[in-house]
């Protein structure tokens, strides 16, 4: 047979496969990835909306790709896109670092399968964008919102206008801040509790976090009815220590954060030590009350796996 070897071949192999194996292929790709190859052409446009049902996860922090401040040439419009594409198949969302509240709206309108969202959300937040965030999120037993609260802590509502909204079996509920994780934290104002009253709506709550907070005597009350808590952090919050007291009643609790509470003094230590016989986790962190004296009474939590008593009257 005759041919001319000047003449080079090619063929396209992956447009040889069927739309099911190419679409599955698809699948393997970064939701951002998809979003590009529906340029390519029109049957890949085609195969790529096939893929998104395979999209359970999405997770963005504040390295992409393995490349270093990669996120920030993520634009709002290409995340918007993603959920667009596949937030009706997501069942695990985060996304950290890279925007503000205004990703709330989109995610309540296409995000209604989700069972575990976590957002560290950047710089301004407008309680607006909070309103029926989560009522079609039947599903949802886990939510972390990160804020910084030099820049929140003015809309003591915001916290209630979040868990309004939340289902009653939700499982876990964190509000952590951006800067606990700060060396050298700004001056920032405590946040009245006036968010706790939504609270007692959920029946089945394991996990909790309020950071930065301010709560008397009926906001603990609402929170040591939680006899179901396994976890619970209050870093950083301002409470009277006759209040702190009651926390020796969660029985259960396996993680207790205290970091930065002031008021955390020997007694309230003591009789964590007599009750929380369950503890695995202790952060007794910056409470300068406590002495060694109490320290030496959890010696009685034979559990007890990680204690962090840094800079205490030891």
């Given at each position: 047979m005759d041919y001319d070897d000047s003449v080079e071949t090619k063929t396209d192999l992956i447009n040889i496969l069927d739309d099911d194996s190419l679409s599955i292929i698809f699948s393997y790709l970064q939701p951002l990835e998809l979003v590009e190859i529906k340029e390519v052409s029109q049957r890949w446009n085609y195969l790529a909306d096939l893929a998104?049902?395979?999209?359970?996860?999405?997770?963005?922090?504040?390295?992409?790709?393995?490349?270093?401040?990669?996120?920030?040439?993520?634009?709002?419009?290409?995340?918007?896109n993603v959920i667009l594409n596949c937030g009706r198949y997501l069942t695990h969302l985060t996304l950290k670092n890279l925007c503000g509240s205004e990703i709330v709206p989109l995610i309540r309108d296409h995000c209604h399968n989700l069972v575990r969202l976590e957002l560290v959300l950047l710089l301004m937040i407008n309680r607006d964008d909070f309103k029926f965030a989560f009522t079609k999120m039947n599903q949802l037993n886990y939510i972390s919102i990160s804020m910084d609260p030099v820049y929140h802590w003015n809309d003591e509502c915001l916290y209630g206008a979040i868990l309004s909204t939340l289902h009653s079996s939700i499982n876990e509920i964190h509000f952590p801040s951006i800067c606990d994780s700060r060396e050298n934290k700004p001056s920032i104002r405590y946040c009245n509790s006036s968010f706790v009253p939504w609270m007692k709506k959920f029946d089945n709550l394991q996990a909790l976090t309020l950071h930065y907070q301010a709560m008397d005597e009926?906001?603990?009350?609402?929170?040591?009815?939680?006899?179901?808590?396994?976890?619970?952090?209050?870093?950083?919050?301002?409470?009277?220590?006759?209040?702190?007291?009651?926390?020796?009643?969660?029985?259960?609790?396996?993680?207790?954060?205290?970091?930065?509470?002031?008021?955390?003094?020997?007694?309230?230590?003591?009789?964590?030590?007599?009750?929380?016989?369950?503890?695995?986790?202790?952060?007794?962190?910056?409470?300068?009350?406590?002495?060694?004296?109490?320290?030496?009474?959890?010696?009685?939590?034979?559990?007890?796996?990680?204690?962090?008593?840094?800079?205490?009257?030891?």
């Open positions: 998104w049902i395979y999209i359970k996860k999405f997770e963005y922090t504040n390295q992409i790709f393995g490349y270093e401040n990669n996120w920030r040439l993520i634009n709002f419009n290409q995340l918007k009926h906001d603990m009350s609402t929170i040591l009815n939680f006899k179901t808590l396994l976890h619970l952090s209050l870093s950083n919050s301002k409470i009277e220590d006759y209040c702190l007291i009651g926390l020796s009643n969660l029985i259960n609790l396996e993680y207790l954060d205290l970091s930065y509470v002031d008021e955390v003094d020997n007694y309230v230590v003591w009789k964590i030590a007599d009750n929380c016989c369950k503890l695995k986790y202790l952060n007794l962190k910056k409470c300068s009350s406590v002495t060694g004296k109490s320290i030496n009474k959890l010696t009685k939590l034979i559990d007890l796996e990680h204690l962090i008593v840094e800079k205490l009257s030891l």
